[in-house]
Nanobody, 112 residues
Framework: VQLQASGGGLVQAGGSLRLSCAAS?????MGWYRQFPGKQRELVAI???????NYADSVKGRFTISRDNAKNTVYLQMSTLKPEDTAIYYC??????????WGQGTLVTVSS
């Protein structure tokens, strides 16, 4: 499975950004992790192909994950961004097995 992520960039605090990630084939779970400097990757949000979601507590109410299964694409709408959301965001996908796949990272920078 290949993942192609897009979006990210620089935004002011309080602003919004949308990340997109397209998979090369249909897959059970798709979502996003992020990594802060010197830290391990942490889950941001994930969504299964039947619509179940899981969010990190730190983004609940601000980020929304969605999927277009026909396009094998997952989206992350990030709103009310904070400087502490600054990180490299990685698209993630997994099968039911689970086998895990990673896309390239995309940098999100939130200025204060």
């Amino acid at each position: 499975v290949q993942l192609q992520a897009s979006g990210g960039g620089l935004v002011q605090a309080g602003g919004s950004l949308r990340l997109s990630c397209a998979a090369s084939e249909s897959i059970f779970g798709m979502g996003w992790y992020r990594q802060f400097p010197g830290k391990q990757r942490e889950l941001v949000a994930i969504m299964t192909d039947n619509g179940r979601t899981n969010y990190a507590d730190s983004v609940k109410g601000r980020f929304t994950i969605s999927r277009d299964n026909a396009k094998n694409t997952v989206y992350l709408q990030m709103s009310t961004l904070k400087p502490e959301d600054t990180a490299i965001y990685y698209c993630y996908a997994q099968t039911r097995a689970p086998s895990r796949y990673w896309g390239q990272g995309t940098l999100v920078t939130v200025s204060s």
